[in-house]
């Protein structure tokens, strides 16, 4: 790993403490590449598959928030890292609270160490999941308090592929 690798894993972990030993301790064996979308932006391959729109991923992002319930009792089930456009998205607009979910330690390290997310995951209202277990443990404390009025799930179309079944599961909390 790289100094600046390094560096920018330490500092975005640093505001995930619970999750520092499991994605520090991740070694990457995945063939993870950043490619050029058709607008210009990169977007973020693993073994050759595509985890953004090929055409614009920003675009892709907005149309996932576009038909959203927004307001601050509302919680948002982000399905999918990527590069972090849908993070960084919903952090900045978004009012109610947001839960990442993306159980791939590989490719959160990836892109740990290749950006700095500390800007979107050091607020107080979000958290983030890597596991199926730890995300349905942090719904049912959700469903348990009365502070969450609607749940909203989102993916792109590569994430709705992979968590179909569990996106579907998650509906069942609201």
């Known amino acids: 790993m790289s100094e600046r690798e390094d560096y920018y894993l330490n500092l ?12 520090a301790k991740t070694e990457i064996i995945s063939d993870f590449k950043v490619v050029c979308a058709e607008n210009g932006l990169p977007i973020l391959s693993k073994n050759g598959i595509l985890y953004n729109s090929s055409k614009n991923p920003i675009e892709e992002t ?3 928030f576009k038909n959203l ?3 601050p009792e509302n919680l948002c089930i982000i399905f ?5 456009y849908s993070l960084k998205y919903f952090s900045e607009n978004f009012k109610g609270y947001i839960i990442l ?8 390290k990836y892109v740990f160490q290749n950006n700095s997310l500390i800007e979107y995951i050091s607020k107080q209202k979000f958290s983030i999941a890597t596991s199926t277990e730890n995300l349905k443990n942090m719904l049912n404390e959700i469903k348990k308090s009365d502070n ?12 709705s592929n992979i968590y179909e079944k569990f996106i579907a599961e998650s509906y069942q909390y609201e």
């Open 12 to 23: 975005n972990l640093s505001y995930l403490k619970n999750l520092k030993t499991d994605i």
């Open 80 to 84: 999918g890292l990527e590069l972090g």
């Open 69 to 71: 319930e927004n307001n």
């Open 62 to 64: 907005v149309d996932l």
């Open 148 to 159: 969450i009025k609607h749940i909203n799930i989102v993916a792109n179309k590569m994430y």
């Open 101 to 108: 979910f993306e159980n791939d330690l590989e490719l959160i």
